[in-house]
């Protein structure tokens, strides 16, 4: 079985990715992940754990008495030349252990272009731990809190989540020993980018999306997230013995399925569990 101590910074790594609210849901409005971290248990700085996720929301999350906070930056937006910025905040509440936990994230959209805070959105998730080192969740994004120069889709989703040990009962001090499979559905953002062109994020109706994570060692992550529009590839750096920091470097839409090219981003963020 997967560590148990590995397992519960897990259920915050997921603070790192889940928040995808922090993507504009405007076409002309910056679409970008902000990855944070997993927290250090015990209340104390320590290290982190590599993230598992690029984009796609994961069905584990934060409870009661667990913060995290991240930022974002794109090189290039999809199908313009100029780059932004996002970042965002965030706690938990509830037990998702024992009843239900519960993800509450402020993102500020499109912040370089727009300013810190000037555009405004919110995301909430339910989730719930099962036996087996697996979770379920069912979210929503892009709940506009402020802002007047723009226009948010909200976006629903469900979502379940697994760690699987590959070699060594999941032991995290051997190198791939681990893998996070995640997979769900939802609307909005998810859709394909031919449905969106077509009738608008609104009606796009719903799309799969889901995503793998590979842990390469106590260092280093390996990311494969298929969000419904784009494919994106990243790595994922913990590289801190003493502070829960991870930086997540990554391209996004691969194949240029859902964009003029491939596009750069590069998330960095931590979590602490009080």
């Given amino acids: 079985m997967v560590g148990k101590k590995w397992f519960a910074g897990a259920v915050l790594i997921s603070a790192a990715f889940a928040p995808s609210s922090v ?7 910056l679409m970008l992940p902000v990855p944070t971290s997993e927290a250090a248990i ?16 994961l069905a584990f999350g934060p409870s009661f008495r667990d913060v995290f906070a991240g930022v974002g930056y794109q090189a290039k937006t999809r199908y313009a030349n100029t780059d932004d910025a996002s ?18 994230v402020i993102s500020s959209l499109s912040t370089v272009r727009s300013g810190l805070f000037d555009r405004t959105a919110a995301g ?9 080192n697996a979770a379920i969740a069912v979210g929503v994004e892009g709940v506009k809190v402020s802002g007047s120069n723009f226009e948010t889709t909200e976006t629903v989703y469900g979502v379940v989540s697994k760690v699987a040990a590959l070699r060594s009962g999941g032991d995290p001090s051997v ?6 499979l995640n997979a ?6 998810f859709c394909a980018e031919d449905l969106t062109q077509a009738n608008g994020l609104k009606d796009c109706g719903i799309n799969f999306f889901g995503s793998v994570g590979l842990r ?14 784009d494919l994106n590839l990243g790595l994922s750096l913990a590289l801190f013995k003493q502070f829960p920091l991870v930086i997540t470097p990554a391209l996004a839409d691969v194949t240029g399925s859902a964009g003029d090219k491939a596009r750069f981003t590069l998330g960095a963020g931590f979590g602490l569990r009080f």
């Fill in 23 to 29: 993507r504009a849901q405007a076409k002309e409005d």
């Fill in 87 to 104: 970042a965002s905040f965030g706690f938990g509440l509830g037990d998702a252990r024992n009843a239900i936990g519960l993800e509450v």
């Fill in 175 to 180: 190198p791939f020993s681990q893998v996070t």
């Fill in 216 to 229: 390469a060692n106590q260092y280093v992550g390996l990311i494969g997230d298929w969000t419904g529009q």
């Fill in 42 to 57: 015990g209340g104390r700085f320590g290290r982190a754990s590599p993230g598992v996720s690029a984009s796609s929301p």
């Fill in 184 to 189: 769900g559905v939802g609307n909005g953002r």
């Fill in 124 to 132: 909430f998730k339910a989730h719930r731990l099962l036996p087996n």
